[in-house]
């Protein structure tokens, strides 16, 4: 076998053709070898036009069909703005597939080191510290989203570039980096590689169950290296829970798309690497759609773009020069299992070095900025992102000089460690921590609810919170045609949802839409109206109340608050919000109108009146303790 690893290796080192090499830690999936992929690439527009054999493959033996790099471009697929760079959707088909020793590949690749020159990158320290404070005060602030990625490149030349640097690259990440999903070099016929190590799925489906894996938060090790204490810190610090909480929330909005019956979150675990950890979720469901579609409607996971993630994609154009190219795209394997099922894998292209045939080299890193976020510490986790491919291309040493990972002890075994995830399990919604089936109806909610989309897909959650509830649930984009003629004339509830933007903002065309068909709703609507986050404001300001921006924004706030007189943990997701004093609380008392507010602030939480009601947090997030229960209670008192 050793001959015949050496022969394969050999030839990939000699040839120009394309080729793959790829080390997974897929569950069920050999981990001792590394798959050899080799075949012709073409270029498609659109990932349904990718090709794919049906039936089941000859010998009943699992397959590889295709192997897709998805560049960040093809996002526009979803109908969300982004700059369009060219970067191809391209697919590789094999002809050859090898499954290797790991350590005989280890063996018989190329060793030597790899220079960069001219190294640095493009958008400097005080640069992207300032580009921090900017969108946490600018966009964050202005109720535009809950988060947002914002890249930047580490750029740099490999001089006499080709396949055995790209191989030797591949090594030295291979034995380097510790905790990756996914180890990988791609290389292309044009002499563009990718090599890299995603430690983050984008999106796995056998067997009709999807499992999506979002990461975020990062404890970054000191130069003495990791240690429990810290770690504790960093999994005790507010910022990182809401900051994983957010990214478990949008990635759930897009499971709920992409599912039968929405999806369950496993977690949280601690993915340890060379230069870092993060902590993570898993979330798995179930799934009728085709691999391509599966891959289509999640393009891209929040914790590369932001939430909600269509606007993170028009905040992503005014911050960042240029475009993505593949990074936060994703590598996408797809096969058929040994009687013909869809298989799909596919690691998030995060951590890559990505080099044209001219040997220019570009490592994209970015942050995830949340309403907490210090600039400077931004900029570090950059750094530290960043910091396993440089040290695999020599530009940064390797931790304590070694060329291999170290393998000491996982923190992650530690007693403390393990209370301290468990007890960010404690503060998730029940109702998201076990699949539902269709025995599972929470509620006897008679109907046919109609929501409305103002450009957050925490709307497929809500309508799955809504049908376990026991309604029939249409959901339909505020801009689509004759979506007012259908919310006026329709039988059953209308929800109004959630959406970025400033509610009080008349220039904006969707607000002049939303304030319009809110207004007819609570005027002439007889089969109840319930607003959540931006719908609740909308009805707010219908009945008269301030709407005014918070001095902090709520995104990704989990509180505990007086609903109607009992309490309830909820998660909030709002820069905005309805505000009145007692005088006013009084006066609408008169006309039926009931309000949970805070006390001190006048904050209005929620509200409820003949035929209408709202909240200001989201009863579908993970982190509404009880939002079924929430909701089939509002949707009883707004029947007239």
């Known amino acids: 076998m050793r001959n015949d690893t050496h022969a394969v290796i050999t030839r990939l080192l000699s040839a120009d053709s394309p080729f793959a090499l790829i080390h997974r830690r897929t569950p069920g999936h050999d981990q001792d070898t ?34 897709a790099l998805v ?44 220079d960069v020159e001219d190294g640095a990158f493009d958008v400097d320290d005080d640069a992207y510290a300032g580009i921090v404070r900017r969108v946490i005060a600018e966009e964050i602030g202005s109720g535009e989203g809950a ?92 910022k990182e829970v809401e900051e994983l909480s957010m990214v478990v929330d949008e990635e759930l909005k897009m499971m709920c798309t992409v599912g039968d019956r929405g999806g369950v979150v496993v977690g949280p675990r601690l ?13 798995r469901g179930r799934s009728s759609l085709d691999v391509r579609e599966v891959l289509r ?30 990074y936060a795209g994703a590598l996408a394997l797809i096969g058929r299992d040994g009687g013909g099922a869809q298989t799909l894998d596919s690691p998030i292209l995060i951590r890559t070095a990505d080099i044209d045939g001219s ?28 910091a396993g491919v440089l040290s695999a291309l020599g530009v940064l040493p390797r931790p304590e000089g070694r060329d ?51 450009e957050d897909t925490f709307t497929a959650m809500l309508a799955h919170l809504l049908r376990t509830a026991g309604l029939a649930v249409t959901v339909r984009r505020y801009d689509e045609p004759g979506v007012r003629e259908a919310a006026l004339t329709h039988e059953g509830p209308v929800v109004l949802g959630p959406g970025p933007g400033d509610p009080g903002d008349t220039a904006d065309p969707k607000m002049r839409f939303l304030r319009g068909l809110t207004a007819e709703l609570v005027a002439g609507h007889r089969h109840g109206l319930l607003g ?73 939480f929620a509200l409820r009146g003949p035929g209408f009601a709202g909240v200001q947090f989201h009863p579908e997030s993970v982190l509404t303790m009880d939002g079924v229960g929430v909701v089939a209670e509002l949707l009883a008192v707004v029947r007239v």
């Open 147 to 238: 988060n947002f990625v914002i890249r930047r490149t580490f750029r740099g030349q490999i001089p006499d570039f080709g396949s055995t640097d790209a191989l030797a690259l591949f090594r030295r990440l291979l034995a380097g980096e510790r905790g990756a999903y996914w180890t990988y070099v791609v290389r292309l016929a044009d002499g563009r590689t990718l090599v890299g190590a995603s430690p983050e799925v984008h999106v796995r489906m056998s067997g009709g169950t999807v499992v999506m894996n979002p990461i975020s938060g990062t404890y970054r090790y000191p130069a003495g290296g990791a240690d429990a204490d810290g770690l504790l810190a960093f999994l005790h610090d507010r």
């Open 532 to 604: 959540v986050c931006l719908g609740h404001e909308l009805i707010a300001a219908e009945l008269g109340l301030e709407i005014a921006r918070k001095d902090v924004p709520f995104q990704g706030a989990q509180e505990r608050i007086d609903f109607f007189g009992r309490e309830e943990t909820v998660g909030f997701y709002n820069t905005f919000t309805a505000r009145c004093d007692e005088t006013v609380e009084t006066e609408l008392a008169m006309h039926r109108v009931e309000l949970s507010r805070d006390a001190v602030s006048g904050d209005v």
């Open 404 to 454: 291999e990972a170290p393998a000491g002890p996982r923190l992650a075994d530690d007693p403390r460690v393990r209370a301290a995830l468990d007890a960010r399990r404690a503060d998730l919604a029940p109702f998201w921590l076990r699949m539902r089936t269709d025995d599972t109806a929470e509620g006897g909610v008679p109907g046919h609810a109609l929501v409305i989309d103002g």
């Open 359 to 386: 040997g220019a080299l570009g490592v994209a890193v970015g942050a995830t900025l949340v309403r907490h976020s210090d600039p400077r510490g931004e900029v570090a986790e950059t750094h530290a992102k960043a």
């Open 34 to 67: 590394v798959e050899v992929l080799t075949g012709p690439v073409s270029e498609v527009e659109r990932l349904t036009d990718i090709p794919l054999p049906t039936g089941a493959p000859e010998g009943g033996t699992a397959v590889a069909d295709a192997l």
């Open 297 to 326: 409607e999640t393009m891209f996971a929040a914790t590369v773009t932001g939430s909600p993630v269509q606007n993170a994609c028009r905040v992503i154009e005014r911050y960042e020069p240029g475009g993505r190219g593949y």
């Open 271 to 283: 993915r340890e690497m060379a230069h870092l950890a993060h902590t993570e979720y898993e979330l």
């Open 71 to 114: 560049p960040f471009r093809q996002i526009r697929e979803r109908g969300f703005d982004v700059r369009d760079d060219g970067t191809p959707l391209a697919v590789l088909r094999p002809e050859e597939r090898y499954a290797l020793p790991l350590a005989e590949v280890l063996e018989a690749l190329p060793a030597h080191r790899v």
